[in-house]
Each structure stands twice: as structure tokens, then as C-alpha cells.
């Protein structure tokens, strides 16, 4: 039934090796871009993972209401999977995100309350977007997606690893910026399920170091650098964790676009910003994999590409 719908358009993304971008004497740098999913981003995995596991299980049933509080491609991702599975859904969101987001998630059908900011992603600002979340699920009719702690997020994700192990064979390194941490760790199960276990390595924002200080802040890099412990990072499996300038993230950004023709959010930047620094710690004959978590094109008109 699912491959009868558009929701048989998510995953099977393609890879591309970054060699441009590699130091001399470095590791491949690969990238899988999982802008080419239906909404533009992996979270696409994670929606129908844990929208369809939930209707299976009779936990939600077609006309409910689904709610989550959403930076807005887990939102869009969330809103797209509903309306293919004839479920309703209220994101709780903010003016702190880009505009494109709130105007995709509408265009799936959603209802979109938004929560006002000073423009910076704050961890005031989430705290509220979670309080008004949790009141609306209490709702009769109303299904709690529940980004932040659903294990079916997680397991969402597995089969990007699947897919990256049948790509690449064998991988050395994985790295990724976190928000909750379940593209990484899950991505990381579905390696392991193909007999890869990488080092594991999770990215934040320099601007709100909260996981390698302890002490969290404003910064800009949209769906990272939630300010709390990512639920589903689990540290005994990272290898590492590094905090990574914003701004360069930004600049990669750029570069990625117009050196390599990969289009992507701030995440994707923070990404391949260490895999180049970690490229050239780890050294030849080694393979570091990242993903491109979006499409750039959500994107423009904001503070990356002007
Ligand atoms: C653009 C973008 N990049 C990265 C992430 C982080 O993914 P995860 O929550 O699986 O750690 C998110 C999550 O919202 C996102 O929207």
C-alpha cells in the first residue's frame, strides 16, 4: 500500500563523496542527500516511521488529530505523512524558524500556531513551544507524536543506514549535527544491522555548546542545538562530540552549493564543516559519512544564502 503513495517516495536517497572538500592526505568525505525525500528532509523517515507504527498498533486512526511542537521540518514532515494517511495535525511553532516552513506545513493541511520570539532559537522559546504541545495532545482525538522521545523515531532511521552500508560497504566514521539525536543513533543501528560500526561522532552548534560545556545558548542553526541532552544520543556509543562555529557551518553551506552543486540547510553545513577537520584526523584510506538533512531551498531568502 505505501509504495501506491507518496509516501513510497521517502528514502533510497543518493550518496556523493565530497573529494573536492577532502584535505590532503584525508579520509573520503560522503554525504547522503536527503533533500531528494518528498518534504526535502530526513525526517520524512521518522514521520512515517512513527505515524504508521502508531495506526498499526491502534494507538491512532484515521481523523485524529496528531500534535507536535516542530522547528518545522519535522513539522513539514509530520504534516505531508498525515495528510497521505487521512490523519489531521497542529504543529506548535515559531517565528524564530524560517517562514518557508510554516507555509510548507500549511500546505499539507496543518494547523500552525505560532509561538512569538526575539528571533533567536532559545531555550525559553522551546520550553513554551513544549508546554503549549503537551496541553493540545491532551485533547480528546489527539495523538502525541512525541519527536522527543518515541523509540519509532529512532527506529525511523535505520534503514538510512541500511542503505548507506549497501552504497559503501565499509564505514569508518559517522558524523552528524544533533537535534534529538535519532537520525544519528538510528542511522547507526542500521549500520550495525549490516554488520558496520563506524566511530560515532555528534555535532552542536559552537554558539550553544550545552553538550561539551554543559551551557547551552542562542544560536541559528535551525533543528540542532535543542538546549537539553539530545533523548535518543546514546553516549556510551559516540565516539565524540564537537562544537562547530556557526558561521562556518554558514560558509560551507555556501561552498557546498556552488563547489558541488549540494544544497543544504545549516545542519548540513555544521556537518561537513567536521567532516573536513575530522577527514584530516583520520587520514587515508578511511571513510566518513554526513548527511545533507535538507534542501538548501527552505532556506533561501534567510541568513545563509541572502
Ligand atoms: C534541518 C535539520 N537538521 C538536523 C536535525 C537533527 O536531527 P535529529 O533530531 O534526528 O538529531 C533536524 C531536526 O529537527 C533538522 O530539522
Known amino acids: 500500500m505505501r509504495s501506491d503513495t507518496a509516501l513510497g517516495a521517502i528514502g533510497n536517497t543518493p550518496m556523493v563523496r565530497l573529494q573536492g572538500f577532502e584535505p590532503e592526505g584525508g579520509a573520503e568525505i560522503w554525504i547522503k542527500l536527503e533533500g531528494g525525500n518528498p518534504t526535502g528532509s530526513y525526517k520524512d523517515r521518522m514521520a512515517v516511521s512513527v505515524l504508521t507504527r502508531a495506526m498499526e498498533r491502534g494507538a491512532l486512526r484515521p481523523g485524529d488529530r496528531v500534535v507536535e511542537y516542530t522547528g518545522g521540518s519535522t513539522g513539514t514532515a509530520l504534516a505531508f505523512v498525515a495528510a497521505v494517511l487521512g490523519l489531521r495535525f497542529t504543529a ?25 520570539s526575539d528571533g533567536t532559537i532559545t531555550p525559553e522559546l522551546i520550553q ?3 508546554a503549549r504541545a503537551y496541553a493540545l495532545a491532551e485533547e480528546p482525538g489527539s495523538f502525541y507524536a512525541d519527536q522527543f522521545g518515541s523509540p519509532d523515531v529512532r527506529a525511523g532511521y535505520a534503514p ?47 554558539q550553544s555548546p550545552l553538550l561539551t560545556t554543559g551551557q547551552g545558548g542562542p544560536h541559528k542553526v535551525e533543528g540542532v542545538g535543542v538546549g537539553f541532552e539530545p533523548p535518543f544520543l546514546d553516549r556510551d556509543r559516540v565516539s565524540g562530540i564537537r562544537a562547530i562555529d556557526q558561521d562556518a557551518g554558514f560558509a560551507m553551506c555556501r561552498r557546498l552549493a556552488a563547489e558541488a552543486g549540494v544544497f543544504g540547510g545549516g545542519s548540513t553545513g555544521l556537518n561537513v564543516a567536521a567532516a573536513v577537520e575530522l577527514a584530516g584526523e583520520l587520514g587515508p584510506g578511511k571513510r566518513i559519512v554526513t548527511f545533507a538533512c535538507d534542501s538548501g531551498a527552505k532556506y533561501l531568502g534567510g541568513h545563509i544564502y541572502g
Do not use: H, N, W, Y
Not at 176 to 199: F, H, I, K, R, Y
Open 92 to 116: 506548535v511553532f515559531s517565528d524564530a524558524f524560517s517562514d518557508s516552513k510554516r507555509q510548507a506545513m500549511e500546505a499539507f493541511g496543518a494547523e500552525v500556531l505560532v509561538e512569538p
Open 128 to 130: 513554551r513551544m513544549k
Open 160 to 206: 538510512m543506514g541500511q542503505e548507506i552500508a549497501a552504497r559503501l560497504g565499509c564505514v569508518d566514521m559517522l558524523v552528524s549535527a544533533v537535534g534529538t539525536g535519532a537520525a544519528l543513533m538510528g542511522t547507526a543501528d542500521g549500520l550495525a544491522e549490516a554488520g558496520q560500526t563506524p566511530q560515532v561522532i555528534a555535532l552542536e552548534p559552537l
